[in-house]
């Protein structure tokens, strides 16, 4: 089974503070991605990475960052935490080839900044 | 533009009955793919059915079927026979060049519909 894990759950920062939520995939995916989940908004694109060293931006990387220093495992990084980067995060992996391959999705990492 | 609509925020389903689920997506993209996804209230996202552009039917996965019209632009998500187990967020999402293998690797999410059960 393809397992995609994420460093916790549930997470509570003050504001300013560097967080690093980490995930890491076991399936040799290509692909990693990092989503913010609010409600009404659907999930949004962060940042995107197709290999390793290697990223994208997505919709909405204002306040982020992110390193890929190795394939099976994707940082995001908030810099300075504010009170509006309080969300939902998804991490995902895909195979980077072929046409049925699926988004595979961590648990999430519910992030509260005070 | 949105990539993915999904105009309706919340259904409700009597148990046991079918229910439809609208979702319209915009590309010019020939080669695409359709996605649905199921997240229960503990969070996880769980995959359930796949549709290519170029698929000549409808694709079906047990109790879920896609309603693909493609000139249309819509894949709407057929449920039969609902139960208390389907009550979820479920989400339309699509991928653009499908077969290319540097690119297409972004996917864009609806927001969601919210599916109720009722008993």
């Known amino acids: 089974d393809v397992k995609v894990t994420q460093s916790s759950r549930y997470l509570v920062k003050r504001t300013g503070e560097k967080v690093f939520l980490e995930c890491v995939q076991d399936?040799?995916?290509?692909?990693m991605f990092w989503y913010r989940q609010d409600p009404g908004l659907g999930l949004r694109l962060i940042y995107f990475s197709y290999d390793v060293k290697m990223k994208e931006k997505g919709d909405i990387p204002e306040g982020y960052s992110v390193s890929r220093e190795k394939k099976e495992r994707f940082s995001l990084i908030l810099e300075s935490a504010s009170t509006n980067q309080t969300s939902m995060y998804l991490c995902a992996s895909s195979l980077l080839a072929g046409e049925y391959n699926e988004q595979f999705f961590g648990p999430g990492t519910r992030l509260t900044v005070l | 533009a949105q990539k993915i609509t999904q105009t309706q925020p919340g259904m409700f389903v009597q148990e046991k009955e079918a229910v439809t689920l609208d979702c319209t997506y915009d590309t010019s993209d020939p080669s695409y793919g359709l996605f649905w996804y199921k997240q229960p209230s503990s969070g996880e996202m769980i995959f359930l059915i796949y549709q290519g552009s170029y698929d000549q039917q409808n694709a079906t996965e047990g109790r879920y079927s896609l309603n693909f019209q493609k000139a249309r632009k819509s894949a709407n998500l057929v449920i039969s026979a609902s139960q208390l187990g389907d009550s979820a967020m479920y989400f339309c999402a699509m991928r653009e060049g499908i077969f290319l293998s540097n690119t297409g690797n972004q996917f864009y999410f609806g927001t969601g519909t919210s599916l109720t059960v009722i008993p």
């Open positions: 399936m040799d995916h290509e692909n």
